[in-house]
């Protein structure tokens, strides 16, 4: 007999509901689908569902008092009420000062629900059932969140960067810390590990002597889930009902373009409305390092230029996007600017940026390495895409159009400067002639 029962098919939990319906015992049940008992009463217990469904004839009451109770018209006044008594309407039991729950004794052993019970149709007490469908989707659904990754939220992981990073910069192992403050950091010292392969401090592994001569197993995870809890309230249905209550809000679409892999990775920023797009080069594929552009854009900007650029942000489902209170000036439901999420898979969504790309693919093919490269080629290769004229644009540049829209001082903050259309290239020449 196969005592596990980790994951269950859809198959076993058709069984488990129709040998229910026979009354069957656990055993019984665990020997049809060739599992333990206790595996069968686990899975029963974690998926049940219950039901205020009311009896025949008569609405859910589970009073206890109700086969006794004369009281009526109790909840005149507070709704449209139409039973002749208070033990034939489901509201009265919320109000009444004299209600007292009866729970069916039945369901506090097994098999812990209502399947063959010969009571069933007349009890107007709460249900309880094993719904194999409904089994399946919680049960898929804890998997799906088992392996999100990180589950802390901003404030905890900055609560512990502020208590762990600094020791480390000062030479402390993880373990003297972890053990020193086991207290207050409430997590594993594996944990404090996982945070920081996956960048979340501003401690990294070159501070980590020991770790940096270990070598890494082949079978060690180099890609680290993002923490999906950023894009509660944040999705693509979102961003949509937001522009269409705003609809004249100016749009800026996000993305990141890989190199070499492991190596340097640009962070692209393209304004919709004028098709201008920033191009920033970054050491690593990180969250901290998105952060760290915008922090600078803010403060070479000014809070009131930012707000007016930046407010409505949309991006994929890319790590480094994982910390949108950065770019949103602390987030929270007073925050003049909003990170949107498309969804995942879904390049379309934002394609204008997408399409845009195909600008620095020219120059710089897929698989080229970045490592080499600086901020000032960055500068060069934006310079010459927004210098580029565009059909799209009525023979504009984005140059021309943003500067119409927001400025030449706005320009000149961004970094931007024009390129003459005779002297505009985009061919690898273009960085290997600055190089030279």
Same mark, same amino acid.
């Given at each position: 007999?196969?005592?596990? /029962?980790? &994951? ?76 002749? &008594? ?112 996956? *960048? ?38 979102? /961003? ?30 393209? /304004? ?17 390092? %998105? ?46 600017? &909003? %990170? ?9 969504? *934002? ?14 093919? *897929? ?70």
């Amino acid at each position: 007999m196969n005592k596990g /029962f980790k &994951h269950p098919t859809l198959n076993d939990r058709n069984e488990i509901a129709a040998k229910l319906k026979e009354g069957c015992s656990f055993r019984a049940i665990a020997e049809a689908i060739g599992k333990h008992p206790s595996s069968v009463s686990e899975e029963i217990r974690r998926h049940l569902v219950k039901k205020q469904s009311g009896g025949a004839g008569h609405p859910f009451n589970d009073c206890n008092n109700r086969f006794n109770c004369n009281v009526s018209m109790l909840c005149r006044g507070n709704r449209p009420c139409f039973k002749k &008594h208070c033990r034939d309407c489901t509201y009265c039991r919320s109000i009444c000062p004299g209600y007292v729950k009866q729970e069916c004794v039945l369901l506090l052993s097994p098999p812990y629900v209502c399947g063959a019970c010969p009571k069933r149709m007349q009890c107007t007490l709460e249900k309880a059932d094993y719904e194999p469908l409904s089994a399946e989707k919680k049960a898929a659904a804890v998997l799906s969140e088992s392996r999100r990754g990180i589950t802390a939220s901003d404030e905890e992981l900055k609560r512990l960067n502020d208590i762990i990073s600094p020791r480390i910069k000062k030479g402390q192992s993880v373990y003297h810390i972890w053990s020193s403050e086991k207290d207050s950091l409430m997590c594993s010292e594996k944990t404090i590990y996982n945070y920081i392969d996956q *960048k979340r401090f501003d401690a990294i592994n070159l501070e980590l002597p020991r770790k940096v001569r270990r070598r890494l197993s082949r079978l060690s995870k180099q890609n680290f889930k993002a923490d999906t809890k950023c894009r509660e309230e944040r999705g693509y249905s979102d /961003f949509i009902a937001f522009i269409t209550a705003h609809p004249d809000t100016p749009i800026v679409e996000i993305d990141s373009v890989d190199g070499r892999v492991g190596g340097k990775v640009m962070l692209t920023v393209h /304004f919709l409305d004028a098709q201008l797009m920033l191009i920033f080069l970054r050491d690593a594929n990180t969250a901290k390092s %998105v952060s760290d552009i915008f922090n600078a854009l803010y403060h070479n900007l000014g809070r009131e230029l930012y707000v007016g650029l930046f407010p409505v942000i949309l991006t994929d489902n890319g790590s480094e996007f994982t910390d949108p209170a950065a770019l949103e000036l602390g987030g929270g439901e007073d925050s003049p600017c &909003h %990170v949107f999420y498309c969804d995942p898979a879904s390049p379309n969504q *934002k394609g204008s940026i997408e399409n845009n790309h195909e600008q620095i693919r020219k120059v710089l093919p *897929k698989g080229t390495s970045f490592d080499d490269l600086d901020q000032a080629d960055m500068q060069l290769l934006s310079n010459n895409i927004n210098s580029l004229l565009r059909r799209k644009l009525n023979g504009r540049s984005s140059y021309e159009v943003f500067s119409f829209l927001h400025g030449e001082d706005t320009l000149r903050l961004l970094g931007v400067s024009p390129v003459s259309p005779e002297d505009v290239l985009l061919t690898p020449a273009l960085l290997r002639n600055r190089q030279r």
